[in-house]
């Protein structure tokens, strides 16, 4: 027993020392056999000046010009193939992580380092299709952005599309005569069993460019429409870039479109400067024309009104080959049937539902609905609907346009577009004010913005516009007539060249007042007039006389807009409809108050009539008292 009590605390601290050095071997393992970081994965298309990338093209992903691009199952270089990389047996993509427990040495990338990816040794652009699930933490561009690198993420496995331009022609440098050059190697032939073309790969055709309208106004929309086709035999991922004299409007991403599916594209944009453009859509090519102002021959003296301006109403709707394909499109892959538009135009019809346009179409079946967001041109109508519901506009030229809401209903082999509470809406181009005689000298900016409730639409019905200074040029005796003007909103008129700041006269053809209800006119002046009008204390009138000379007015509501008002009113009822307008100003005279009547009481002075009466009154109060005591005091005796 004595000697057991003394060895066994020596074993116990040898099993101790032990026991720390297995610790330490362990932990000393651990550090030098570090769990690496896990790579991040890349895969996506490839595209070279528009086409799809041929095969064996070097792909890298550089950071600070080193290539850390790598396949995920270490065949070493990075490749394309079927027009793809980072895909197949032979090209899968990776970007190595950086080794945090080395210093001193680079293997790869961290978390958030740009990368940039090269095709062929030149730069690509990249566009983002999946983002990956392990970039938490990290800004990463959002899905369908167009960027020029991508963050690093550790274990993330990214999907994005490469466009690479074609690289650059090497110039062959001279070879002196005085050197004999060996012969050129004979080629080696390339085995009969790889084919190239039996490679799946998709292949963009685009079809359809169409620009609507043709010749537009200054800042006038302009719409462009093409149609992208996969007549390839895999799926097709890529993109196309609508140019506008070769500056890229809108950069279109298609992703996964199938085999023989086409899908439609519709941009809008709009130029000042009068003059041809070119529009570019791959290899299709279409342009427009922006109209100038017409030449201002030289005046001999100043005239009474502006030049005037004829705008005639067409109910026909030519509709373009281009326009029918990208319609015919659209409702083709919202309805999953196969159609056949064989309409070439429609025309506008009044009914009880309101105005109505019928396309046939071939396959059209009632009961069929037309759902999700649809926007096409077709002719001059441009239409907008989520699910059949949405809003639409006519163009019928010179500022003049017919703006609604708009139903789409399908009936046997035809598509009814129906406008709904339509309006008539006219913006002419404004004239020179200040080329305009009479009126007030600070008037040099007018124009008008005009919407009139529309219950018809007749083919071949026009409107005559002119503008004015001097109320005389189309109103016989104006003093009369705006006199009555301002005394219908309880004001007067003083003189008709100050307070009158222009009139325009919308002569009516082929339409009536009838055709037409409620009219909210706005009319634009100089901030000046207006200013100087407020500080007289006068109120700002818009006065409307109609063809039978029936006079209206009503307060408008004015809004400063930079150098210039704008003032609106609304003219309801009997009072709408299209004549004469007039904007000028009255001073309504502020209401007298009626004077308060004052009671005046009597004097407390010395006797008179009224005080007289008074103290007759009080002696006989005095005596009728006493009296009803008296026969209070008998009634009492007899009844003891």
């Not at 001999?300 to 509709?319: A, D, I, N, R």
């Not at 083709?332 to 046939?360: C, H, K, R, Y």
Request: charge should be negative.
């Amino acid at each position: 027993m004595f000697r057991i009590s003394h060895i066994l605390p020596g074993a116990m601290v040898l099993a101790g020392l032990a026991l720390l050095g297995m610790v330490a071997v362990v932990t000393s393992a651990d550090r030098v056999h570090a769990t690496p970081r896990p790579d991040h994965v890349f895969h996506g298309s490839v595209t070279v000046a528009g086409s799809a990338a041929a095969n064996d093209l070097v792909v890298e992903a550089r950071l600070g010009g080193v290539n850390y691009a790598d396949s995920v199952r270490g065949s070493g270089t990075a490749t394309t193939s079927g027009g793809e990389f980072g895909r197949g047996s032979a090209v899968d993509f990776k970007v190595n992580a950086d080794d945090s427990d080395t210093t001193g040495t680079k293997e790869g990338a961290t978390d958030g380092e740009a990368i940039t990816f090269f095709v062929n040794g030149q730069q690509a652009t990249i566009t983002v299709v999946e983002t990956g699930t392990a970039c938490a933490g990290i800004s990463v561009p959002d899905v369908g952005a167009i960027v020029s690198t991508f963050p690093f993420c550790s274990g993330s496995a990214s999907r994005l599309n490469l466009a690479a331009a074609a690289a650059p022609t090497p110039t062959p440098t001279p070879v002196p005569s005085s050197v004999v050059l060996p012969p050129a190697p004979t080629a080696t032939p390339t085995p009969s069993a790889v084919s190239v073309s039996t490679l799946p790969v998709g292949v963009l055709t685009l079809s359809g460019l169409s620009v609507s309208p043709a010749t537009a106004n200054p800042s006038e929309t302009v719409t462009i429409s093409f149609v992208a086709k996969n007549t390839g035999n895999a799926l097709l991922s890529t993109t196309v870039s609508v140019l506008v004299e070769g500056v890229s409007v809108v950069t279109f991403v298609i992703t996964d479109l199938n085999v023989g599916t086409s899908q439609p594209f519709t941009v809008t944009t709009s130029k000042v400067e009068p003059g041809t453009y070119l529009v570019q859509v791959g290899d299709l090519s279409a342009s427009f024309t922006v109209a100038g102002p017409s030449p201002t021959p030289t005046p001999t003296g100043l005239p009474t009104v502006s030049e005037k301006q004829t705008l005639t109403v067409t109910t026909t709707v030519e509709v373009t080959v281009g326009q029918r394909q990208v319609l015919d499109a659209a409702l083709e892959a919202g309805l999953g049937v196969a159609l056949d538009i064989t309409s070439t135009n429609m025309v506008v019809s009044t009914t009880d539902e309101g105005l109505v346009l019928t396309l046939a179409i071939e396959g059209l079946q009632a009961g069929q609905e037309v759902r999700g967001r649809l926007y096409v041109t077709l002719g001059n109508l441009t239409i907008e609907t989520v699910d059949g519901q949405g809003t639409a506009v006519l163009d019928l030229g010179g500022g003049l346009t017919v703006t609604a809401e708009v139903g789409l209903e399908i009936v046997d082999g035809q598509l009814k577009i129906v406008l709904l509470k339509p309006q008539l809406r006219l913006v002419p181009p404004p004239p020179d004010a200040t080329a305009l005689s009479g009126g007030n000298a600070t008037v040099t900016e007018i124009g008008v913005v005009l919407s009139v409730a529309l219950t018809n639409l007749p083919d071949g019905a026009s409107l005559e516009v002119a503008f004015a200074k001097d109320p005389a040029v189309f109103v016989d005796d104006p003093v009369t007539m705006f006199q009555l003007a301002a005394a219908s909103v309880g004001g007067v008129i003083g003189d008709l060249d100050e307070d009158l700041a222009f009139l325009i006269n919308i002569t009516k053809s082929g339409i009536t007042n009838d055709d037409l209800g409620d009219t909210t006119m706005t009319m634009e002046v100089s901030a000046a007039w207006r200013d100087a009008r407020i500080a007289q204390g006068k109120v700002i009138v818009i006065a409307k006389i109609d063809d039978a000379g029936n006079v209206f007015s009503e307060e408008a509501t004015c809004t400063v807009v930079n150098s210039s008002v704008s003032c609106s009113v609304k003219f309801t009822g009997a009072a709408g409809g299209l004549s004469v307008f007039a904007l000028m100003s009255v001073v309504v005279p502020t209401p007298t108050p009626t004077p308060t009547p004052t009671v005046v009481p009597p004097p407390t002075g010395g006797p008179t009539y009224f005080g007289a009466l008074a103290w007759i009154a009080v002696v006989l109060g005095v005596l009728l008292a006493g009296f009803g005591a008296l026969l209070l005091q008998v009634g009492r005796k007899r009844l003891v």
